[in-house]
Every structure is written in C-alpha cells, then in structure tokens.
C-alpha cells in the first residue's frame, strides 16, 4: 500500500467510495488500510450527494456511513474558489462538481481519493494533492 502520514486527512471522492465498498476491490483494501492506521477519512457533502444518486439502498448508505469519520459542509469560502477553479481551467461542460469536490478537498489541505485521476489531476496545480495510488 502507498504509504499515506498518519496526520494526513483522506477525503474520498464519491466513485472511489462506491469502489471501496465492493468486497475485495483495490480501493477496499486501501480504505480498511488508511482506517486501520488511524487516519481521518470524511467526505463533503458535495461527494456525499454525488455517491448517494445511487442507486443505492439502505443498507449500503448505512455501511457507506460508518467507513467514514464524517461528511463536512461545502463553505462559502469552496464555493468562491470552487467558481475560480471552473474558470480557470478551462469553464468546461459539466465539471463544476469536481470542482466543488477539488476546492474543498484544497480548503482542508487533505489528500483527495479518486478513480478519476484524470479530471482531478488538472487541480494539483492550483493545489489539489491527490491521494497515493493503493
């Protein structure tokens, strides 16, 4: 597993949540890996809106629930440079979720986890620090 500084907070973006909930997928191992050293893993509740679209049901909202330490509100202040992100990467069709999901993630200074290293990539310039490959 890449080794992640136990200091460090994981916010999880919501494909990668879907991902780490289905039995022995790479992203559950490095989920029960990152819990199992102790580290804080939450979700916005942007992301948290994104995983709940589903479909889903109770029971993998439940368990989703207790993976995670918390679901933290989106701020004015990730709404502002959320906007300065979409604009300055190119105001491209329907991606202002990610950038929602990147200027939070930036704001708390955490390691975002995500299956989409593609899109959130053209955010580490503009801060974003992308949680280690498992």
Not at 18 to 27: C, D, G, K, M
Not at 73 to 99: I, K, M, Q, Y
Not at 101 to 113: C, G, P, S, T, V
Request: charged share 25%; with cysteine; proline share 2%.
């Amino acid at each position: 597993m890449a080794a992640v500084d136990l200091s460090e907070l994981i916010e999880l973006d919501s494909n990668f949540l879907v991902a780490a909930l289905s039995r022995n997928s790479t992203a559950s191992r490095q989920l029960e890996h990152w819990l199992g050293q102790g580290i804080v893993v939450r979700m916005s509740a942007v992301a948290w809106s994104e995983y709940l679209c589903g479909p889903l049901d109770e029971s993998e909202v439940q368990t989703a629930r207790k993976a995670l330490s918390g679901i933290d509100a989106f701020t004015e202040e990730d709404a502002e440079l959320a906007s300065d992100l979409f604009n300055r990467t190119g105001r491209r069709s329907r991606s202002h979720v990610d950038c929602m999901i990147a200027a939070h993630a930036i704001r708390r200074e955490a390691l975002l986890a995500t299956l989409n290293l593609r899109d959130f990539g053209r955010f580490e310039k503009h801060q974003m620090r992308l949680a280690p490959k498992p």
